[in-house]
């Protein structure tokens, strides 16, 4: 981008001005000397003739005596020649018999002048009279004193700049006055130096015409604009600067908790984005810098920015995305373990991409952490410990799990089905040995509610997050593929009479069974049915013990399988009075007090 500075360029030189004319000229470019007036040319008589006639013999030898004077005179005439004609050439030299030329300066004034005088008046080491370069005057000066005059007289704004930035209807006023540039002021000063000066080969002619151009700039100035070259190169950060804080990012609604009360997620609420097409701007400051345009109005494109997820979106699209309950036991112990993992549970929120090991969070189930005995399943038989029922808690978590369509890592089935769940559907803890774990992958926060409610006994676990689109929602369905019976063993006991038995362990039947996955649309309709890994229940056969001990202390036999005894002793029939006690006293068979399993 150039710019120039004031003035208009004149490159032709001027004719030789009327009235000005060489002061010796005659036809056909011969130069001769003005005739000056009351002047002549000197006139020189015709040489004398030699007389001869014979009278003249004495006047011959007159001659003859004036003749020796003569020759004197003639050599002092010679002398004075020659010194007069060294003298000329001293002259000559020195341009005194140069031809001169009428010149008229610009006031008026006539002068004649040898071609040497004008050759030497028009080579001075300054700058012509009547020289302007960026405005300022130069003529006289010498080259580097205009050089430095022109750049001391450089404006800081050689462009005028007045641009400005309109964004909806207000404008931003841009400051480009620290934006480089280049000129060329040496080179207008180098060529207006050179401007109407001989280089050395000009005739007489061309000289007075240099002379009569000199001159006529005294009255009609010659002007040499500085031309300006913007650097664009800062255009972008000027433009950012003005216009980035004008725009605001889009905010999104993130959740900030779960009102317990209202079972509603909160949230900060979004706001709107305002984005400013800034590189645009960049990109159009810089065309109309390009083309030379230094004041005008640049218009600003801005859009609207719609946040990722507004705040109606979060209360439009969070709920309750899946839930598991079912009924505990009447054991205290046991409902009290479960209720204190509940409490643990109760409010944790999994983040996207967090993961939950349950035996991590909840911990060891230890006296110290509040834990009372109740039923828990070793070696296929029910026995009391530490922690017993909270196999039903983590059934139900992995329940709610697989409706929320999370991702499960860990699930171990028990010994044999629960009552609380349908077989495939359970999973069983024990720490450390069997966790179970998932992973929140839903792409949004799940916030787990877990309760026991001690006036129907019903523990329920709530899954909150981003509900299914379009209403849909999941079932979880366990089904059975085949059952093996448990059957019955028979252990001797010798310590016990005979007539007597006692329950050991329950059998239960050995199961296979596989959980669905399904999923239903708004109306009902069933969508999907995705198979969950199969599992395997054991099969336990029941462990019972007969008394095989005789009332005359020998030990009758047992068959195991039937439980029949053989080789058993009768009493006498004396002894039915005193037997009639025995038979009230004989112990009930009695069955030990059996709790759900963890």
């Given at each position: 981008?150039?710019?120039?500075?004031?003035?208009?360029?004149?490159?032709?030189?001027?004719?030789v001005?009327?009235?000005?004319?060489?002061?010796?000229?005659?036809g056909?470019?011969?130069?001769?000397p003005?005739?000056?007036?009351?002047?002549?040319?000197?006139?020189?008589?015709?040489?004398?003739?030699?007389?001869?006639?014979?009278?003249?013999?004495?006047?011959?030898?007159?001659?003859?005596?004036?003749?020796?004077?003569?020759?004197?005179?003639?050599?002092?005439?010679?002398?004075?020649?020659?010194?007069?004609?060294?003298?000329?050439?001293?002259?000559?030299?020195?341009?005194?018999?140069?031809?001169?030329?009428?010149?008229?300066?610009?006031?008026?004034?006539?002068?004649?002048?040898?071609?040497?005088?004008?050759?030497?008046?028009?080579?001075?080491?300054?700058?012509?009279?009547?020289?302007?370069?960026?405005g300022?005057?130069?003529?006289?000066?010498?080259?580097?004193?205009?050089?430095?005059?022109?750049?001391?007289?450089?404006?800081?704004?050689?462009?005028?700049?007045?641009?400005?930035?309109?964004?909806?209807?207000?404008?931003?006023?841009?400051?480009?006055?620290?934006?480089s540039?280049?000129?060329?002021?040496?080179?207008?000063?180098?060529?207006?130096?050179?401007?109407?000066?001989?280089?050395?080969?000009?005739?007489?002619?061309?000289?007075?015409?240099i002379?009569?151009?000199?001159e006529?700039?005294?009255?009609t100035?010659?002007?040499?604009?500085?031309?300006?070259?913007?650097?664009?190169?800062?255009?972008?950060?000027?433009?950012?600067?003005?216009?980035?804080?004008?725009?605001?990012?889009?905010v999104?609604?993130?959740?900030?908790?779960?009102?317990?009360?209202?079972?509603?997620?909160?949230?900060?609420?979004?706001?709107?984005?305002?984005?400013?097409?800034?590189?645009?701007?960049?990109?159009?400051?810089?065309?109309?810098?390009?083309?030379?345009?230094?004041?005008?109005?640049?218009?600003?494109?801005?859009?609207?920015?719609?946040?990722?997820?507004?705040?109606?979106?979060?209360?439009?699209?969070?709920?309750?995305?899946?839930?598991?309950?079912?009924?505990?036991?009447?054991?205290?112990?046991?409902?009290?373990?479960?209720?204190?993992?509940?409490?643990?549970?109760?409010?944790?929120?999994?983040?996207?991409?967090?993961?939950?090991?349950?035996?991590?969070?909840?911990?060891?189930?230890?006296?110290?952490?509040?834990?009372?005995?109740?039923?828990?399943?070793?070696?296929?038989a029910?026995?009391?410990?530490?922690?017993?029922?909270?196999?039903?808690?983590?059934?139900?978590?992995?329940?709610?799990?697989?409706?929320?369509?999370?991702?499960?890592?860990?699930?171990?089935?028990?010994?044999?089905?629960?009552?609380?769940?349908?077989?495939?559907?359970?999973?069983?803890?024990?720490?450390?040995?069997?966790?179970?774990?998932?992973?929140?992958?839903?792409?949004?926060?799940?916030?787990?509610?877990a309760?026991?409610?001690?006036?129907?006994?019903?523990i329920?676990?709530?899954?909150?997050?981003?509900?299914?689109?379009?209403?849909?929602?999941?079932?979880?369905?366990?089904?059975?593929?085949?059952?093996?019976?448990?059957?019955t063993?028979?252990?001797?006991?010798?310590?016990?009479?005979?007539?007597?038995?006692?329950?050991?362990?329950?059998?239960?039947?050995?199961?296979?069974?596989?959980?669905?996955?399904v999923?239903?649309?708004?109306?009902?309709?069933?969508?999907?049915?995705?198979?969950?890994?199969?599992?395997?229940?054991?099969?336990?056969?029941t462990?019972?013990?007969?008394?095989?001990?005789?009332?005359?202390?020998?030990?009758?036999?047992?068959?195991?399988?039937?439980?029949?005894?053989?080789?058993?002793?009768?009493?006498?029939?004396?002894?039915?009075?005193?037997?009639?006690?025995?038979?009230?006293?004989?112990?009930?068979?009695?069955?030990?007090?059996?709790?759900?399993?963890t």
């Amino acid at each position: 981008m150039k710019k120039n500075g004031n003035g208009n360029d004149k490159n032709s030189l001027p004719a030789v001005r009327p009235g000005v004319r060489a002061a010796m000229n005659s036809g056909d470019n011969d130069i001769r000397p003005v005739e000056k007036r009351g002047m002549k040319e000197p006139e020189f008589s015709a040489r004398p003739e030699r007389v001869s006639d014979s009278k003249g013999k004495k006047r011959n030898v007159r001659n003859k005596k004036k003749g020796g004077a003569g020759k004197v005179v003639a050599g002092v005439a010679a002398a004075l020649i020659i010194i007069a004609g060294a003298g000329a050439g001293v002259l000559w030299k020195k341009g005194f018999f140069e031809k001169k030329y009428e010149v008229s300066y610009a006031d008026g004034t006539v002068a004649e002048l040898t071609v040497s005088e004008l050759r030497e008046g028009l080579s001075s080491e300054t700058f012509a009279p009547g020289i302007i370069i960026g405005g300022v005057d130069v003529g006289g000066m010498t080259k580097e004193a205009g050089l430095q005059a022109v750049k001391d007289a450089q404006p800081d704004d050689p462009f005028g700049f007045n641009i400005q930035l309109n964004l909806d209807d207000v404008m931003y006023d841009l400051d480009l006055s620290s934006l480089s540039y280049t000129s060329d002021v040496e080179q207008k000063v180098e060529e207006a130096y050179s401007y109407l000066k001989p280089t050395g080969e000009e005739d007489a002619d061309a000289l007075i015409n240099i002379f009569n151009a000199r001159e006529a700039l005294k009255s009609t100035p010659k002007e040499f604009e500085v031309e300006y070259t913007l650097v664009t190169d800062g255009v972008d950060d000027l433009v950012h600067g003005v216009l980035d804080d004008k725009s605001t990012e889009a905010v999104d609604a993130e959740l900030t908790g779960f009102d317990e009360e209202s079972l509603t997620f909160t949230f900060t609420d979004s706001q709107r984005g305002y984005v400013v097409d800034v590189d645009s701007a960049v990109t159009d400051v810089k065309a109309l810098l390009d083309a030379g345009t230094y004041t005008g109005i640049v218009d600003v494109a801005a859009q609207i920015e719609e946040p990722a997820v507004t705040s109606e979106d979060i209360e439009n699209d969070f709920g309750l995305v899946s839930s598991a309950s079912s009924t505990t036991s009447a054991n205290s112990n046991r409902n009290h373990n479960i209720s204190i993992t509940c409490e643990k549970l109760n409010g944790l929120i999994l983040n996207p991409g967090d993961s939950f090991s349950f035996n991590t969070y909840i911990g060891q189930r230890t006296s110290a952490a509040g834990y009372l005995e109740a039923g828990v399943i070793v070696n296929g038989a029910l026995e009391q410990d530490l922690g017993g029922g909270v196999c039903q808690v983590s059934s139900m978590l992995y329940q709610a799990a697989v409706k929320a369509d999370l991702q499960i890592d860990e699930r171990h089935e028990h010994m044999w089905p629960s009552s609380y769940a349908v077989a495939g559907t359970d999973a069983a803890v024990d720490y450390p040995a069997q966790d179970f774990k998932f992973t929140n992958n839903s792409g949004y926060p799940i916030y787990i509610s877990a309760y026991w409610n001690p006036d129907n006994s019903v523990i329920t676990i709530n899954f909150y997050g981003h509900m299914f689109p379009d209403g849909q929602y999941i079932d979880f369905i366990g089904e059975t593929i085949s059952t093996n019976p448990a059957g019955t063993q028979y252990v001797a006991n010798e310590s016990m009479e005979v007539g007597t038995t006692s329950q050991v362990r329950a059998g239960h039947n050995g199961v296979t069974a596989v959980g669905y996955q399904v999923w239903y649309d708004a109306n009902g309709n069933e969508i999907e049915r995705i198979a969950l890994p199969t599992s395997h229940y054991a099969t336990i056969t029941t462990l019972i013990e007969v008394g095989v001990l005789n009332s005359d202390g020998s030990i009758a036999s047992l068959d195991g399988e039937t439980g029949e005894l053989s080789d058993v002793v009768d009493e006498d029939d004396d002894d039915d009075d005193d037997d009639d006690d025995d038979d009230d006293d004989d112990d009930e068979e009695t069955t030990p007090e059996t709790t759900p399993e963890t």
